[in-house]
T-cell receptor
Framework: GENVEQHPSTLSVQEGDSAVIKCTYS??????FPWYKQELGKRPQLIID?????GEKKDQRIAVTLNKTAKHFSLHITETQPEDSAVYFC????????????FGTGTRLTIIP | GAVVSQHPSWVICKSGTSVKIECRSL??????MFWYRQFPKQSLMLMAT?????????EQGVEKDKFLINHASLTLSTLTVTSAHPEDSSFYIC??????????????FGPGTRLTVL
């Protein structure tokens, strides 16, 4: 089955700087890659997603890039703010018919004021 | 966006008892729902895929007789943890995709249920 690796496990960034989280996946048939933000004790919230037919997607301060050949994708957060502090998970979905998501191990992002 | 609810939000039970957790899609019909378990400071691990009107599909290593899943309607799936033990204490989260959102793969998550087994 699909295997998703995520790095780093923890990340501390000065407020205003950028944060980058990277994930790799194993199954080349995966074609949907969402990123979730989870605050303590809360549900995961989708912050951005990308399909395999697109190399990059941006939504204000958040962007995701995908390299299908290398089977890795990255989350970029610019101009970080204290409220960006949370745990971030990447995930991969095998194909549209099989909706099962495989999650990465998570990155605890701390924004230092 | 689509809304998924869970009940209860937290539950404490004695070892050996059974606990039922409900997952509801409030404004859409979901033929498929997913159940995840999340231990502290860990990722979400898929336990099973709940299929309306048919048997659930369990992930490797998940005991189907211990974690009973019933998806009796298009808006409700239940997870019953039978003969719960302290090691079953975890955060249980369900999710579903709204098939009415054509072209979107997004899954919507419930708020989770914190289970503590004494």
């Amino acid at each position: 089955g699909e295997n998703v690796e995520q790095h780093p496990s923890t990340l501390s960034v000065q407020e205003g700087d950028s944060a980058v989280i990277k994930c790799t996946y194993s199954d080349s048939a995966s074609n949907y890659f969402p990123w979730y933000k989870q605050e303590l004790g809360k549900r995961p919230q989708l912050i951005i997603d990308i399909r395999s037919n697109v190399g990059e997607k941006k939504d204000q301060r958040i962007a995701v890039t995908l390299n299908k050949t290398a089977k890795h994708f990255s989350l970029h957060i610019t101009e970080t703010q204290p409220e960006d502090s949370a745990v971030y998970f990447c995930a991969a979905q095998l194909n549209f018919g099989n909706e099962k998501l495989t999650f990465g191990t998570g990155t605890r992002l701390t924004i230092i004021p | 966006g689509a809304v998924v609810s869970q009940h209860p939000s937290w539950v404490i039970c004695k070892s050996g008892t059974s606990v039922k957790i409900e997952c509801r899609s409030l404004d859409f019909q979901a033929t498929t729902m997913f159940w995840y378990r999340q231990f502290p400071k860990q990722s979400l691990m898929l336990m099973a895929t709940s299929n309306e009107g048919s048997k659930a599909t369990y992930e490797q290593g998940v005991e189907k007789d211990k974690f009973l899943i019933n998806h009796a309607s298009l808006t409700l799936s239940t997870l019953t943890v039978t003969s719960a033990h302290p090691e079953d204490s975890s955060f249980y989260i369900c999710s579903a995709r709204d098939p009415g959102l054509a072209g979107r793969n997004e899954q919507f998550f419930g708020p989770g249920t914190r289970l503590t087994v004494l």
